[in-house]
């Protein structure tokens, strides 16, 4: 099991989300279903901008009895739904299934979510999950304790943990730091540093030589001073604010040599998750 990650979600968006704790990576809210407000492209590129990550979730019917008939309905809604937004496929998608569904029925609910899984399976998104009562003890479990979980059992990726947060804007979860795109190959604090190490020298000289034509208006030409073809005159203001880019790029490099906090998942794959 990897490192646990902070994961809020709610109904509706709630910009520029400050009142998040500062270690939440990602806001989860509704592709559609049984929801009050289904996410516009807007309000997913927002919370992306804002928090980092964007995940969606699809609510089964509520309050009744489901059956594998309504996760085949519900997997049709919800593909259709991530190809509109052009979700990405490796990204978690969820099925929201409340703990009054899940009671009325628990064998239907499973059959509905095993048929939800299948359908979105079938057209590419593997990373499938349910979000259920603490009862089912699977997937994404709803377990109010109030204490943020250190690990999670077996068979579960997510424990959502407290609710109605910050005037009921929002619950929040722990989840495992794969899902954020896999375990497989993780970015620590060396590998960074590394990064910066290689790239900082090109960059520093490219800022000097910027630097060097700064004070005249001349013609783009190579680093080897071979002029550019059908080069298009810069301005001294031109390359001022080109220089100061440089300059910003390098001093975040430069803070890469302090401790960078946990582990950045960049790539990875999954399976679809499983009652």
Do not use: C
């Amino acid at each position: 099991m990897s490192e646990l990650i902070r994961v809020a979600d709610g109904a509706y968006p709630h910009p520029p989300y400050t009142f998040l704790p500062d270690d939440v990576m990602v806001w989860a809210g509704y592709l559609g279903g049984h929801t009050p407000h289904p996410w516009t492209a807007a309000d997913i590129a927002d919370a992306r901008r804002l928090v980092g990550a964007w995940w969606g979730i699809w609510t089964a019917p509520d309050r009744r009895a489901i059956t594998a008939t309504d996760g085949v309905q519900d997997a049709a809604g919800t593909v259709a739904r991530l190809v509109e937004l052009s979700y990405p496929r490796a990204d978690p998608v969820f099925y929201d299934v409340e703990y009054a569904t899940w009671q009325a029925d628990p064998a239907g609910a499973r059959a509905a979510i095993t048929a939800w899984k299948r359908g979105l399976a079938a057209a590419g998104y593997r990373n499938a999950y349910a979000y259920v009562p603490l009862s089912a003890g699977f997937d994404w479990i709803a377990h109010w304790t109030g204490a943020r979980p250190t690990s999670l059992p077996a068979g579960v990726i997510g424990i959502q943990y407290d609710h109605g947060l910050f005037n009921d804007a929002y619950d929040i979860s722990v989840f495992d730091a794969s899902l954020l795109g896999g375990s497989d190959m993780l970015l620590t604090h060396d590998d960074l540093a590394a990064i910066a190490a290689a790239v900082r020298p090109d960059l520093a000289r490219l800022a000097q030589w910027v630097a060097g034509r700064s004070n005249s208006v001349f013609a783009p030409s190579t680093l080897d001073g071979t002029p550019e073809p059908d080069a298009v005159y810069a301005t001294k203001s031109d390359v001022a604010a080109l220089k100061a880019q440089f300059d910003q790029v390098l001093k975040l490099l430069a803070g890469i040599s302090a401790p960078v906090q946990g582990n950045f998942t960049i790539s990875g794959s999954g399976t679809v998750g499983g009652p």
